[in-house]
């Protein structure tokens, strides 16, 4: 008897272990990722002057954010990230040495700076360091703008 009830409840513990491994299983999503440079003329134009990334790209993640999403693909060798220390946290700054420009008081110069989007809505106000969450099939595009100044 003792001996059923001992194979009874290793069956159980077998199956409560191979329950929570499934349960605890990361499905890979797919997200389409846009990187690009742009620039906007003297007259309000905005021209993609050169794209350094574009890829459906599959990765796991358990909390998939767009923070989460660009180290993976520094993981996966698509981009190089620039971060800078904030406190205790890590904080991204640009990507493939690519940073907003700053003046001589280290005041981030309006001119140049990360845009974020996903899906077309409006845009990310953390920029490249924002986690908000971003779920399989979206659209994220993130745009290097650089606006030039009209010559005189």
Request: proline fraction near 2%.
């Given at each position: 008897?003792k001996k059923k ?24 999503i797919t997200v ?19 794209t350094i990334l ?99």
């Open positions: 008897m009830l001992s194979l009874l409840l290793a069956l159980l513990m077998l199956t409560s272990i191979a329950a929570l491994a499934a349960c605890s299983k990361v499905e890979p389409k990722v846009v990187i690009n440079v742009a620039e906007e003329d003297d007259r309000g134009r905005r021209e993609v002057t050169e574009e890829t459906d790209f599959a990765y796991e993640s358990s909390t998939p954010t767009l923070n989460d999403l660009l180290v993976k693909l520094r993981d996966a060798g698509k981009i190089n990230l620039v971060t800078e220390a904030d406190g205790d946290n890590v904080i991204i700054t640009g990507i493939n040495d690519l940073v907003p420009k700053t003046d001589e008081t280290e005041t981030t110069m309006e001119d140049y700076d990360w845009y974020v989007y996903i899906n077309d809505g409006d845009a990310e106000d953390n920029s490249l360091s924002s986690t908000k969450a971003i779920a399989a099939n979206d659209t994220v595009t993130i745009t290097y703008m650089h606006y030039s100044i009209a010559k005189e």
